[in-house]
């Protein structure tokens, strides 16, 4: 061998061993190098107390499976900041995204496009016409129903309702408005309207105020929303109404269950945001890795609602605060 081709041979190991020590660096602690985790996100409509529940579902599955989550909620719940909030984890690269949709029928090309470049999924509100892989959430048909029959039992002789939400583009609005109606079918309760309030706290509650002002024979005001049920409440207790005008409410905040504990609120209709939490980045997590990720023929994964009233909201507020407790490792 010539003393050049030699000093070549010397030199390309010497490279190939550099390459070989960056490749399998050890750990600080002399071990292995750790395989990163994927990073998954978890996108919400608004920023309503509800998602605070639904993180705890999160942080504990990301124990659990191995991913990191990065959970997003949109300061004004608009289509717009969605629409960002999906720009912004494509170009970060994320290998997955479970959203609820603000207004999935016009949402149908930001999904499809975050679809081409990761794995994506429903949560809380379905978009069905997209490509989306699965809807992780409650039935929300079923979910109306439940506010359907607690209507019935407040207004046993019939009458006049409104309900309030924050919008009726939201799918699972739609769903539940829809639910809510077949319930009360036959039973002489009028829907006089639909008031919405795009996630504002302030109208959602000036809202309900002008229902009061405005139609003195509307007996029960329905939230369909999670923030509905403490806006209605106290709404309510400014025009010195408790016990004349019957509430139902939908999902589990403090005020709307201590509303239920009092006796002023007839129950609400509660779903599992901890679960749409967990069983998002689940699935995620199993799709990042390539497991199976127990995705249904019907690629509908139920979470099952409940409905709370003055005799279990003791024991369902225990479990909920016992579950976030945990999730925290505290």
């Known amino acids: 061998m010539t003393r050049h081709l030699s000093f070549f041979v010397t030199i390309v190991a010497f490279i190939a061993l550099a390459g070989c020590g960056k490749k399998d660096a050890p750990s600080p602690d002399g071990g292995p190098s750790p395989a990163k985790k994927p990073s998954v996100a978890f996108v919400t409509n608004n920023p309503s107390d509800f998602w605070m529940i639904a993180k705890a579902g999160v942080q504990k599955a990301e124990k659990d499976f191995g991913v990191t989550c990065e959970i997003r909620m949109p300061a004004n719940g608009t289509v717009q900041e969605q629409k960002q909030i999906i720009e912004d984890l494509i170009a970060k690269g994320v290998s997955g995204m479970a959203i609820s949709p603000k207004d999935s029928a016009n949402q149908i090309d930001q999904i499809n496009t975050a679809c081409q470049h990761m794995n994506v999924i429903c949560h809380d509100s379905d978009a069905p016409a997209t490509k989306r892989l699965a809807y992780v959430g409650s039935n929300n048909v079923t979910a109306g129903k439940a506010a359907g029959e607690m209507v019935k039992e407040a207004l046993p002789n019939g009458g006049k309702i409104m309900l309030f939400v924050g919008s009726k583009d939201a799918q699972n609005a739609q769903e539940r408005i829809a639910g809510l109606k077949q319930a009360i079918e036959g039973a002489n309760i009028e829907i006089v309207d639909v008031r919405t309030d795009e996630t504002d706290r302030a109208k959602a509650q000036n809202n309900v105020s002008d ?20 806006a209605i409440l106290e709404a309510v207790k400014k025009a010195d109404k408790l016990g004349k005008i019957h509430i139902v409410a939908f999902d589990e905040e403090d005020a709307t269950l201590q509303g239920v504990k009092d006796g002023h609120i007839h129950g609400t209709v509660v779903q599992d945001p901890y679960m749409f939490g967990y069983e998002s980045v689940r699935i995620l997590a199993a799709l990042a890795k390539k497991e199976d990720a127990k995705i249904p023929a019907d690629k509908i994964v139920e979470i099952p609602v409940k409905k709370i009233k003055k005799d279990s909201v003791d024991a369902y507020w225990t479990e909920l605060r016992e579950r976030i ?6």
Do not use: E, Q, R
Not at 211 to 230: E, H
Not at 325 to 330: E, F, H, I, L, S
């Open 211 to 230: 229902t009061i002002a405005g139609n003195p024979d509307i007996t029960c005001f329905v939230g369909l929303w999670s923030y509905n049920g403490p």
């Open 325 to 330: 407790k945990a999730a925290k490792g505290g």
